[in-house]
Each structure stands twice: as C-alpha cells, then as structure tokens.
C-alpha cells in the first residue's frame, strides 16, 4: 500500500486491494478464520512466494488479521478485520456482477484468442 494522498475513494480502495490476488484472498476469507495452507489451496494458481507477501501487504493495510497460536506444532491463523469485512461487503455486486455475466466474459476472451 502507498502512503501518500488520494484523489478518489475509488482510487484509495485500489491501492489497498489493487491486484488479482488480494481479492481473492479476501474473498476466501469471507467464510472465517483459515489456515495458511488451506488459504493457499482455496486460491488455485496462487504461490506460496505470492500469497506470503499479499498476506504481509493486507496485514500492514488492517484487511487481515494474523494470530498466532503458540503451540506445537505452531499454528497461524488468517482472519478479516472489521476493514477487511466491510471491503467484502463492497465487492459482493462486484462478485455477483461476475456470476451473472461469467459465460459471456469466458466467451468473448475465447473469440479473442489467436486461431493457430
């Protein structure tokens, strides 16, 4: 996240969540409380390098939350803090928008495609 004055709220929205990953962490997120490893397998195609730095990015940004249990074997979990819920709450249209239109937007990237 820059530190520096913004011009919108869209533009201050973006710079927290910009990206193709963090929403969808945040999005995986919106069920409870997850594990790293089940946080890395509800995101397909995301590395472990990736969804380490998204996490560290949305930490210092107050969207998630990161405790740490001390026990043996050590246990993290990643959570939504009240910021993180209320950025869900945002993107839900933007989500259901995708649902509803997912068959066309698939259909136009495959006309897009270069025929071999």
């Known amino acids: 996240m820059k530190r520096r004055k913004y011009t919108c709220g869209l533009d201050a929205a973006i710079d ?34 990736v969804l380490i730095a998204q996490l560290k990015e949305m930490e210092a940004s107050g969207l998630v939350h990161r405790e740490v249990f001390h026990q043996v074997p050590p246990k993290v979990e990643y959570s939504l803090t ?24 698939e259909a136009i990237a495959r006309r897009a495609q270069p025929r071999s």
């Open 16 to 49: 927290v969540m910009g990206g193709k990953w963090k929403a969808l962490i945040l999005w995986a997120l919106q069920t409870g409380a997850m594990r790293f490893g089940e946080l890395k397998r509800s995101v397909p195609g995301l590395s472990e390098r």
């Open 82 to 105: 009240e910021l993180g819920h209320s950025l869900i709450t945002a993107l839900l249209p933007l989500g259901e928008w995708g649902e509803q239109n997912m068959a066309r937007i």
